[in-house]
């Protein structure tokens, strides 16, 4: 996974029950501001999540609880999406 992807994670995208992520937008650095957007070549993919992750990550969220984060979309700046992360 590429960096912004990771920050770009929400709770809905991992499916622990699977062993999956699904990628579906990334955090970018645009004109000094941080946005939300497509990731790489605009297209989401699943990619594996390994248990010793898995299991790491699920102590992550229990230690730290999901909030939700607003940041602009690149494409439509009026449009915001706040997916519930991991903090």
Same mark, same amino acid.
């Given at each position: ?6 920050? &770009? #994670? ?8 699977? &062993? ?15 946005? #939300? &957007?497509? /990731?790489?070549?605009? =297209? ?5 999540? /390994? ?5 790491? #990550? =699920? ?5 730290? /609880?999901?909030?939700?984060?607003? #940041? ?16």
């Amino acid at each position: 996974m590429r960096q912004g992807e990771v920050f &770009g #994670l929400a709770v809905d995208d991992v499916d622990f029950d699977a &062993g999956r992520l699904h990628i579906q937008r990334q955090v970018k650095l645009v004109r000094h501001r941080l946005v #939300l &957007g497509l /990731p790489k070549n605009n =297209r989401d993919r699943r990619v594996p999540l /390994p248990a010793s992750v898995a299991d790491v #990550l =699920r102590q992550h969220m229990k230690d730290h /609880p999901p909030l939700t984060v607003t #940041l602009r979309g690149k494409t439509r700046p009026a449009q915001s999406r706040s997916p519930r992360t991991s903090s």
